[in-house]
């Protein structure tokens, strides 16, 4: 079955539980508290809209490369270290998804993001599989990664629009 639902909250491999009435039940903490599920906005919208479910500030990627300009030419004495500094800032939605066997969800960024916020999708388009849901690590929690093309840091807040997921049917080759 094809669903969106919040991400729960996970420590040490482990999903975090709610204690009510003095008894345990199935309840989970979410990732983030304020988290949104993703909206169609129209009846026919083939994209759901995913939100900002945690404040966060993306760098602008000027202020790096000029931090490593000398002279007007590109020095990179440790290269580890330009790398993080370069790389993509991770926006959390708090949301997973379920899908079919044959399905994934493409993250698609908003036509409004580059030109008026400076950000851009930093693997193009993203792409979440089936076996992402529920993974250890974050409990498939989505998340957009940006880079800021703009000479100024943008602050991402929650509740902000942060680009559309749009479910797709693909196609295995033959084997033989």
Same mark, same amino acid.
């Given at each position: 079955?094809? %669903?969106?639902?919040?991400?729960?909250?996970?420590?040490?491999?482990? %999903?975090?539980? $709610?204690?009510?009435?003095?008894?345990?039940?199935?309840? *989970?903490?979410?990732?983030?508290?304020?988290?949104?599920?993703?909206? $169609?906005?129209?009846?026919? %919208?083939? /994209?759901?809209?995913? =939100?900002?479910?945690?404040e966060v500030v993306?760098? #602008?990627?000027?202020?790096?490369?000029? /931090?490593? !300009?000398?002279?007007?030419? !590109?020095?990179? #004495?440790?290269?580890?270290?330009?790398?993080?500094? !370069?790389?993509?800032? +991770?926006?959390?939605?708090?949301?997973?998804? %379920?899908?079919?066997?044959?399905?994934?969800?493409?993250?698609?960024?908003? #036509?409004? &993001?580059?030109k008026k916020l400076? !950000?851009?999708?930093? &693997?193009?388009? /993203? +792409?979440?599989?089936?076996? @992402? @849901?529920? &993974?250890?690590?974050n409990d498939g929690?989505?998340?957009?990664?940006? $880079? &800021? *093309?703009?000479? =100024?840091?943008?602050?991402?807040?929650?509740?902000?629009? +942060?680009?559309?997921?749009?479910?797709?049917? *693909?196609? $295995?080759?033959?084997?033989?």
């Amino acid at each position: 079955m094809r %669903s969106f639902e919040v991400a729960r909250k996970i420590v040490n491999g482990e %999903s975090v539980s $709610y204690e009510t009435d003095r008894c345990q039940t199935d309840a *989970f903490e979410p990732a983030f508290e304020d988290t949104q599920l993703p909206l $169609y906005k129209t009846r026919h %919208s083939a /994209g759901a809209d995913f =939100f900002c479910a945690k404040e966060v500030v993306i760098p #602008s990627i000027w202020k790096s490369l000029f /931090g490593m !300009l000398k002279d007007g030419i !590109l020095h990179v #004495s440790d290269k580890e270290k330009a790398r993080k500094e !370069l790389e993509p800032t +991770l926006v959390h939605t708090g949301v997973k998804a %379920s899908m079919e066997e044959d399905e994934c969800l493409i993250l698609c960024n908003r #036509s409004t &993001n580059p030109k008026k916020l400076g !950000l851009v999708l930093a &693997n193009g388009i /993203g +792409l979440i599989d089936k076996d @992402y @849901y529920n &993974n250890v690590d974050n409990d498939g929690e989505i998340m957009f990664a940006f $880079y &800021n *093309f703009l000479p =100024f840091d943008r602050t991402i807040h929650v509740g902000d629009t +942060l680009g559309q997921g749009v479910f797709q049917k *693909f196609l $295995y080759p033959e084997v033989g």
